[in-house]
């Protein structure tokens, strides 16, 4: 089908479409020559299980229906003894995904996931290399993220400001990671 054919593309609705969004991230990302072998050789993603993981990650965070239970800082941080892990592979892991929500999805929650991505992609970067980030800190929000995340935050009392917790549990030391890796 050509552009012209679907002149607005649609937003993302819920399950089916982050399944969608998902497949197609992976797809690309297992072809990708920055970042398919951290995939496929450093870490031996199952993919039957990752896949899954991540419709229910990124559900979490658009919907709060995902029921994703897990902890993105230690899943990465077990990867930094093993292959680079700095802004340029984060740089080009959010160019990637940023390109395939817009080679699919526009809208509202197009432009949401794009930015959560934004964000935790800054904080998980700095979390994990240990850099003082400031262009994302989930305990200190500028206005701007306030704003934005109040708008999708679910009424529940103590909720966390943040989409998904990234608080690290416990902190990970280099050995600490080196032993929890596959390898
Ligand atoms: C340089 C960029 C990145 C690389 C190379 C990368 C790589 C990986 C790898 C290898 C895993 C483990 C998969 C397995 O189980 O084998 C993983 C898990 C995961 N990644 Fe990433 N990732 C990157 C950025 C991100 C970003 C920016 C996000 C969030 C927006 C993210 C979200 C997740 C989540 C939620 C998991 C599952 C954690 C769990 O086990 O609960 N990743 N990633």
């Known amino acids: 089908m050509f552009e012209a054919d679907h002149p607005t593309k649609p937003d993302i609705a819920g399950r089916a479409e982050i399944e969608t969004l998902v497949n197609t991230f992976y797809q690309r990302v297992r072809k990708d020559d920055t970042l398919g072998f951290i995939f496929e050789q450093v870490a031996q ?12 990650f990124w559900e979490t965070v658009l919907f709060r229906s995902g029921g994703y239970v897990g ?5 990465h941080a077990k990867l930094i003894p093993l292959t680079a892990m700095g802004r340029a592979q984060f740089d080009h892991w959010l160019a990637l995904f940023r390109g395939t929500v817009d080679d699919l999805f526009a809208g509202e ?24 980030e400031p262009r994302f800190d989930p305990a200190n929000l500028t206005p701007e993220q306030r704003e934005r995340y109040a708008r999708y935050k679910a009424p ?28």
């Not at 902890?71 to 899943?75: H, R």
């Not at 929650?109 to 003082?132: F, G, P, Q, T």
């Not at 690290?168 to 596959?182: E, F, G, I, K, M």
């Open 45 to 56: 993603t199952n993919w039957e299980t990752h896949l899954p993981k991540m419709y229910a």
């Open 71 to 75: 902890n993105p800082l230690a899943a």
């Open 109 to 132: 929650k197009a432009e949401h996931i794009k930015n959560c991505a934004a964000d935790m992609a800054n904080v998980i970067h700095a979390r994990i290399n240990s850099i003082d």
């Open 156 to 183: 529940a009392q103590g909720a966390a400001n943040e989409p998904v917790s990234l608080k690290p549990s416990p902190p990970l030391s280099p050995q600490t990671a080196r032993s929890r890796s596959r390898t």
